[in-house]
């Protein structure tokens, strides 16, 4: 299985800083790398897939990046509606592996 | 557009079905997964249908666990058998698209808790 390992677990940051979020695969998957946004009592929502792409209505402040190990989930400018949980996923191979989660929190 | 519904408290060794009903796409139509939270815990991800009705399981999950799809009700199931103490989670039900296998649309969730 691919273990995929994000950090930090949790971050505290104000409305409008810059957020970043890094996920670290096990072995390269190339760009096969999904992130997710969690609010609390809700379903995961898809903001990007394949590393870099933004999923349809999702708002510009967020973007991907990476390819083979190393990716990272920005926010341009943190909005309130922002603070929850952000978890990557990797889709190169079945089993399908999620991070552990990072929580932004309001500073 | 995904609706789950069957959960619910069971006792260890027990069964349950969790059923997904879809509205304004095709489940048979679709790749089609679960994906389960434990309590206060990240998400994992349980099975999934291809179109051609081939199904892939969790490790966790083998030979308890059964997908399966019913296309006259448009549903998506989970047969859940066997069951124990760590099967305890909040079970979605998403549409894969195949590119870049991304979860793109997610039910609500029902809630399985496994306890005696």
């Known amino acids: 299985d691919i273990q995929m390992t994000q950090s930090p677990s949790s971050l505290s940051a104000s409305v409008g800083d810059r957020v970043t979020i890094t996920c670290r695969a096990g072995q390269s998957i190339s760009t096969y790398l999904n992130w997710y946004q969690q609010k609390p009592g809700k379903a995961p929502y898809l903001l990007i897939y394949a590393a870099s792409s933004l999923q349809s209505g999702v708002p510009s402040r967020f973007s991907g990046s990476g390819s083979g190990t190393d990716f990272t989930l920005t926010i341009s400018s943190l909005q309130p509606e922002d603070f929850a949980t952000y978890y990557c996923q990797q889709s190169y191979s079945i089993p399908w592996t999620f991070g552990q989660g990072t929580k932004v929190e309001i500073k | 557009q995904l609706v789950e519904s069957g959960g619910g408290l069971v006792q260890p060794g027990g069964s349950l079905r969790l059923s997904c009903a879809a509205s304004?796409?095709?489940?048979?139509?679709?790749?089609m997964s679960w994906v389960r939270q434990a309590p206060g815990k990240g998400l994992e991800w349980v099975s999934l249908?291809?179109?051609?009705?081939?199904?892939y399981y969790a490790a966790s999950v083998k030979g308890r666990f059964t997908i399966s799809r019913d296309s006259s009700k448009n549903t998506l199931y989970l047969q859940m058998n066997s069951l124990r103490a760590e099967d305890t989670a909040v079970y979605y039900c998403a549409r894969v698209e195949s590119n870049y296998w991304r979860f793109a649309t997610w039910g609500q969730g029902t809630l399985v808790t496994v306890s005696s």
């Open positions: 249908i291809y179109i051609d009705g081939s199904p």
């Open positions: 304004r796409f095709s489940v048979s139509g679709n790749y």
